[in-house]
């Protein structure tokens, strides 16, 4: 039998998500991609994803177009030793290790008017019981609430650590972010919700204490001792990490299926601008002792919400 089209989409998405590439469900599954113990290469499955699925859907064919363009864009290297991808489309934050995906949570991102960045940067360190440095958009509001249980320090408002400091117990620090973070909550309640574009730009992980327990080669009970004496404390991950927030419509899920996401910015639509993007560069390289230094030392200006 010579291959048709649609005998070779079925045969790399399955029929019954053929069925639905006609745009019937807004979460999409499109197929297998090699299993979550095997190495990532979403590139290859995307690409082939993209010469087989039907002209007729239209919205899957542009999500897959859109997130090859941000992957090139971004310079997203599945290659490196370890890795963060937050996907701004899906609301998951995944973390790989040479390759292979060793950690997904649900995340809160920013809302439609106070939307997550696209951003390609590094971790800089691991703050426990971080304090809330109110942004000054929103400082008058709170003042005018009466500001119970924060200080003023240095001409800040100031939020000590604790369980309503909506930073949450870990803050991940991230370097040139202006502003943005990987951090806690004081309201885990939000991430039952289907829908989570909800923050004012940074980045809510619902599983931090695991995440960050990856990130300093610990385990999470170690990091919930640590935040339970309250005090704050900076630590650099002993291994370089980089970290993409990118908006990747077209994304695998846990189970390995290729799965279209929803369009929370409207980015895919057309005739939409190409998503604006920055890349950091890699930081010099620094001593333990120098990094914790710079990190303790850097002024949190922190906007969690």
Sequence with gaps: MIPTRRSLAVALLGASSLATAVGL????????????????????????AQLVTPVAARQVRIGLDRTLERLNDLAIDFSAPRLIVVNIASAEVIAYEDGREVLRSRVVVGAGRTRTPQLATFVTSVRCNPPWYVPASIEPEIRAAGAVGFRTING??????????PLGPIRIGLQDSDGIFLHGTSNPELFARSGRALSHGCVRVERIFELAAWLLDTMPPVLRATVATGRTTDTVPPTEVQVVLAYLTVWPAADGRLVHHSDPYGLDQPGSRRAAYR????????????????????????DPL
């Design 25 to 48: 469900r807004p979460r999409m599954a499109l197929g297998q991609v090699t299993p979550a113990t095997g190495s990532l290469d979403v590139r290859a499955r995307l690409l082939q």
């Design 156 to 165: 800040h408002l100031v939020q000590p650590p604790g369980p309503r400091n």
């Design 279 to 302: 890349r950091i560069m890699r930081p010099p390289t620094q001593t333990p002792a120098d990094a914790e230094a710079a990190a303790a030392a850097a002024t949190p200006q922190d």
